[in-house]
Nanobody
């Protein structure tokens, strides 16, 4: 069982930065793949970035968002730079014991989400 808690969301002006954190419980967290997803009002949940237990990563917002993890702290981060109003959404982290997927249905454990609002 893994419990995930996101933090770091908030209100920021366009062009600003935020760093989201996803803190996890569980001794084997370092073996889990972690993904960040976001969901804007009226839109489907979409993949933002993911990282394997060994640190290999992929993202859909190249050049602006960076995912990283600190397994000693059981935490995964999402550094978001040059934010745009279209980045406004609830951001979720999710974990899975499988491969690094972009498909949200492959993830078993989910956090409660953190709101990111980017003003123009």
């Amino acid at each position: 069982q893994v419990q995930l808690v996101e933090s770091g969301g908030g209100l920021v002006q366009a062009g600003g930065s935020l760093r989201l954190s996803c803190a996890a419980s569980g001794r084997t967290f370092s073996t889990y793949v972690v993904g960040w997803f976001r969901q804007a009002p009226g839109k489907e949940r979409e993949f933002v970035a993911g990282i394997s237990g060994s640190g290999g990563s992929t993202d859909s917002v190249k050049g602006r968002f960076t995912i990283s993890r600190d397994n000693a702290k059981n935490t995964v981060y999402l550094q978001m730079n040059t934010l745009k109003p279209e980045d406004t959404a609830v951001y979720y982290c999710a974990a899975s014991g499988g491969l690094l997927y972009r498909d949200s249905t492959k993830y078993i454990y989910w956090g409660q989400g953190t709101q990111v609002t980017v003003s123009s």
